[in-house]
């Protein structure tokens, strides 16, 4: 309050002292003209209605400062109404009368206070949200009741607006369960599937199958085949839950795409294990979002920056299988929230033969 009433004085102060120069100036002007000729007077004037029309002709608003409509609205006054209305002016008469009536309405017209509410002590708002964060199950009102009890005056609604603007739930939903701790706990029982390919310096397409844990981020490397059969696939599915042993029954979902690799044999398996299928929808890679973003990172960061040449795959150390089983390495070691990404243990699938053999 104090810092606005200093800032409208020296508004105040700046506007009287513009006023004062231009009256000044204009009353010099006047007594310079007492000294000139009628014919000297009259070729003024004519130029001056000239230059008038001429800009009235190019601008079509100009903009006057509130000294300038002072000083023509006082001269205005000096004038009769038949000769103001013949007068090119740039404004017209009514305008130049409005002026004038505002200023008078300014002059005896006091100054309002901006009606506002006082700002809340800090020690206030600081123990209002104290009182709210150690005690999750109390309300505005009942920490209004608090506060009464210390001797702090304030309104039910004023504690209600400190906890708004802190971000700070009412009490129901701020003792209940977050999101991140709902959704962390549900992903502990999720597991991903999916398919990606990858091509070799000769052209032949590799499908490297993988399950992903959304809990932990552990990958769960299947297997390598140039030809993803049915039967294959249901092996793979076989061989995950002998390597999750205990723990497969902690997954209750397993999230997959619509692709026709994925059998029903596949779903049996997995559902015979105590987990429930989740197909994503057509043309829908957020569904599966984890999976997919492992895909890209493992692309990315390894598979775009290197050739594969060797195609075959009857043996387990061939050129892909090193390079995926590396790629995983790398991240068991660098990963700095301590993320496990392994194939599985003994069981890496790597198959030539179209019906898919396990070698």
């Known amino acids: 309050m104090a810092a606005r009433g200093l800032l409208r004085r020296a508004l105040s102060v700046l506007m009287s002292l513009r006023f004062a120069y231009l009256a ?60 103001l209305r013949q007068m090119h002016l740039i404004v017209s008469p009514r305008t130049l009368m409005r002026w004038h009536t505002d200023l008078v309405r300014r002059h005896w017209t006091c100054p ?14 600081a123990l209002v949200l104290e009182m709210a964060r150690d005690n999750p199950g109390w309300g505005y009102r009942r920490i209004h009741g ?21 971000g700070i739930d009412p009490a129901p939903r701020r003792s209940g369960q977050s999101w991140r ?15 990606f390919h990858v091509d070799t310096v000769l052209l032949r397409r590799l499908y490297v199958l993988f399950v992903i844990e959304h809990g932990t981020r552990r990958v769960h490397l299947a297997g390598i085949t140039a030809h993803p059969a049915g039967e294959w696939v249901t092996q793979q599915a076989r061989n995950l839950m002998m390597n999750l ?27 015979a294990a105590g987990m429930r299928i989740i197909k994503t929808p057509v043309r829908a890679p957020r ?19 290197m050739l594969i040449t060797g195609c075959d795959l009857s043996s387990a150390s061939t050129p892909i299988t090193t390079t995926v089983t ?21 069981q890496m699938s790597v198959s030539c033969a179209r019906t898919g053999s396990a070698a």
Do not use: M, Y
């Open 24 to 83: 000044v100036l204009r009353v010099f002007g006047w007594l310079a003209l007492l000294a000139r000729s009628d014919r000297a007077k009259d070729a003024e004037i004519l130029i001056l209605r000239h230059q008038v029309a001429v800009l009235q002709r190019q601008v079509k608003t100009p903009r006057l400062s509130w000294a300038d409509r002072a000083v023509l609205a006082a001269l205005a006054r000096l004038l009769p109404g038949s000769q």
């Open 112 to 125: 309002r206070r901006a009606p506002w509410r006082p700002q809340t002590v800090p020690a206030i708002r």
């Open 146 to 166: 608090e506060l009464a009890g210390l001797g702090r005056k304030v309104a039910p609604s004023t504690v209600w607006q400190i906890l708004k603007d802190a």
């Open 181 to 195: 701790a709902f959704l962390d706990a549900q992903a502990k029982t999720i597991l991903a599937a999916d398919f």
């Open 245 to 271: 042993e205990d723990h497969a029954g902690s997954f209750k979902f397993l999230i997959r795409d619509r692709d026709a690799k994925f059998t029903g044999a596949f779903d049996t398996v997995l559902t």
């Open 287 to 305: 569904a599966n979002a984890i999976a997919e973003r492992w895909i890209a990172s493992a692309r990315r960061e390894c598979l775009d920056r």
């Open 326 to 346: 590396g790629r995983t390495g790398h991240c068991s070691r660098s990963r700095p929230t301590g993320v496990r990404i392994q194939p599985l243990s003994g």
